[in-house]
């Protein structure tokens, strides 16, 4: 039902153990402790991995009068430059800190992204179902066998930091603007402070928004905006935002995606001749590079940092 209705829900007893969660947050913790120049020589790269300054993302770019007071940090599937795969858009290495700068960083995010994949690929089997598709449909090489999952470490400052900001919805300050997900499924673990709304509703006016409250040890999954495309819009792929009251705030997303040649066509069970199509084919790649172009500053604005 919360498939239908919101495209949100709760995932608990998942197999990740609290310890475990909590050192991933710890660690992430440390990178964003880190001074910014340090942080600077990590900058993202054209394949999406590194950090991301303070303002770098704006998400809804009509409404909002700066970018996203967050910064971040993208690590996706580890390919070796070597290897042919890593000329995919969104395949190659990932940039990490120096170990004797944040001694086993990279091992802790290397565990926890193979982790999460495994219970998106769970989450992945159920959606199948409701859908009545064959349970491994999404296991299929073209799906999640070749997926493109990515983590992100996300931060958000206090307003006592040198950068932070309260959210003020009416002049256009968010922590992160209103935008639906770009892919299939998305698991957010979150800390304990609150700043996550939905919006069920975005024709409404005035919109209604609704707090999602934060569930320690488990993940809020929202479903992304292909796979609204796939069920042709059976099921909802909902906009949120992040509202900050001037606490620090601390979370990560994990973003799943489908292979870069996948075809993103209407399933044949979400379709009928009262219910046509109601969205073209397009690859997942294609889709998802426009989705960053348009919501992602330019790296040329930074200049150069030594690496």
Not at 226 to 244: A, D, K, P, Q, Y
Request: with cysteine; charged share 25%; net charge negative.
């Amino acid at each position: 039902m919360a498939c239908l209705d919101s495209g949100f829900f709760y995932v608990i007893d998942h197999g990740i153990s609290q310890e475990f969660m909590d050192e991933v947050f710890a660690q992430s913790k440390k990178f964003f402790d880190l001074p910014t120049d340090d942080k600077m020589k990590l900058l993202r790269n054209e394949k999406h991995r590194g950090y991301t300054p303070i303002l770098d993302e704006t998400l809804d770019p009509d409404h909002q009068i700066n970018g996203d007071y967050k910064e971040g940090y993208y690590i996706g599937v580890e390919v070796h430059e070597d290897d042919p795969q890593a000329e995919k858009p969104f395949y190659g290495p990932n940039l990490w800190p120096s170990a004797d700068i944040l001694p086993g960083w990279r091992e802790t995010m290397e565990r926890y992204h193979k982790e999460a994949l495994r219970v998106a690929r769970a989450v992945a089997r159920i959606i199948a179902l409701a859908l009545d598709l064959d349970a491994g449909f999404f296991d299929k090489p073209e799906m999640l066998g070749e997926a493109i999952a990515t983590l992100r470490l996300l931060h958000y400052e206090g307003a006592n930091q040198f950068k932070g900001k309260i959210s003020n919805p009416e002049k256009g300050v968010f922590g992160a603007g209103a935008h639906s997900d770009y892919g299939l499924i998305t698991l957010l673990a979150t800390d304990d402070v609150a700043g996550l709304q939905i919006c069920k509703d975005r024709g409404a006016k005035p919109q209604v928004w609704e707090c999602v409250a934060p569930v320690k040890g488990g993940f809020i999954v929202n479903l992304g905006d292909m796979l609204e495309r796939w069920s042709n819009c059976i099921f909802r792929s909902t906009m949120h935002r992040v509202v900050l009251d001037g606490r620090e705030r601390y979370s990560i997303a994990y973003f799943v995606e489908p292979s870069h040649e996948c075809l993103v066509e209407c399933l044949p069970t979400c379709k009928s001749e009262t219910n046509p199509p109601k969205f073209p084919a397009v690859t997942c790649s294609a889709y998802l590079l426009q989705r960053y172009k348009d919501t992602h500053a330019d790296l040329s604005t930074y200049g150069k940092h030594p690496s």
